[in-house]
T-cell receptor, first 113, second 116 residues
Framework: AQSVTQPDIHITVSEGASLELRCNYS??????LFWYVQSPGQGLQLLLKYFSGDTLVQGIKGFEAEFKRSQSSFNLRKPSVHWSDAAEYFCAVATQGFQKLVFGTGTRLLVSP | GAGVSQSPSNKVTEKGKDVELRCDPI?????LYWYRQSLGQGLEFLIY????????KSGLPSDRFSAERTGGSVSTLTIQRTQQEDSAVYLC??????????????FGPGTRLTVL
């Protein structure tokens, strides 16, 4: 069965510093991978997705992610974090039939002044 | 256009009562999904609809949970005889079409259910 691991439960980053959130997946075929962000009391917003092709994917709000098949990873990065980026971030993989998402447990990002 | 909407935003109920949660998908989206977000289980898939049909109900945790969709639009998730472990945020999502390549799922704000 597909699974997603986000090893960091919490991460604190200073405003203006760079960010990398880790995501590892378990999936037999080429995965469809996603990063979503959830602000307090809000639903999930799609940041970016990877289906195929270029392994470096650009998303909204200045985020990017790189698919590395050899490491089964899809880490999320941002070169300079803003206070408004404080939220919970979820990595997800689409199942083989594409009808549902399997989510990681999430990483809560705190941004310090 | 409007996004996915859900009602109520919050629901507090007593153990043993039935509850209904509503989801209005984005207009024109044929696929609709229900997920549950809880402290102990994280985000988990419950059910999805293609049109009014539910080909995959594998995520429904027990027979107390049911869902329907009418007119290819609004969906209702019903929980009968609620238990305290049903307390969670119930998220609805919709996408254009689930039958072709994977389409982006757009999420609503969720319904927070508290069972006392």
């Amino acid at each position: 069965a597909q699974s997603v691991t986000q090893p960091d439960i919490h991460i604190t980053v200073s405003e203006g510093a760079s960010l990398e959130l880790r995501c590892n997946y378990s999936y037999g075929a080429t995965p469809y991978l996603f990063w979503y962000v959830q602000s307090p009391g809000q639903g999930l917003q799609l940041l970016l997705k990877y289906f195929s092709g270029d392994t470096l994917v650009q998303g909204i709000k200045g985020f990017e992610a790189e698919f590395k098949r050899s490491q089964s990873s899809f880490n999320l990065r941002k070169p300079s974090v803003h206070w408004s980026d404080a939220a919970e971030y979820f990595c997800a993989v689409a199942t083989q039939g594409f009808q549902k998402l399997v989510f990681g447990t999430g990483t809560r990002l705190l941004v310090s002044p | 256009g409007a996004g996915v909407s859900q009602s109520p935003s919050n629901k507090v109920t007593e153990k043993g009562k039935d509850v209904e949660l509503r989801c209005d998908p984005i207009s024109g989206h044929t696929a609709l999904y229900w997920y549950r977000q809880s402290l102990g289980q994280g985000l988990e898939f419950l059910i999805y609809f293609q049109g009014n049909s539910a080909p995959d109900k594998s995520g429904l945790p027990s027979d107390r949970f049911s869902a329907e969709r009418t007119g290819g639009s609004v969906s209702t998730l019903t929980i009968q005889r609620t238990q305290q472990e049903d307390s969670a945020v119930y998220l609805c999502a919709s996408s254009l079409d689930v039958s072709a390549r994977f389409d982006t799922q757009y999420f609503g704000p969720g319904t927070r259910l508290t069972v006392l």
